[in-house]
């Protein structure tokens, strides 16, 4: 009987130990932020292929994205404790940059770009 109840105790104690980190795992993901939106030119039109730039203002890194043929691109997991700046690039014209604060409260976070192409 004594192994018996070492089995189950240990069984039991596997079983929180994992629904534990579950949940854990669960509350931090709930936490990460999305930033997405569509990169468009002056007239409104999706520019798709653009370059859009991510960088963390706390660890400078940075990270990029082709935008799809509607223009769409996105980030996620990001860190709720981190500001962001955000730009797209195409052509070698640029969006103004975006900022992105660790103060807003936000999950989802849609942040449109506009490249005014210039004529030349």
Known sequence: MTNLRRISCFVGAIILLSTATTAQDKKHEAQLRTVRGVVTDKSENPLNGSVVFL??????????SYTDDSGSYRFSGLDPNADY???????????????VSSFDSRKDIVLNLKIDKKKR
């Open 55 to 64: 960088k963390n203002m706390r660890t400078n890194s940075v990270r990029s």
């Open 85 to 99: 700046e955000l730009h797209a690039e195409k052509d070698n014209e640029k969006s103004t940059t975006r900022t």
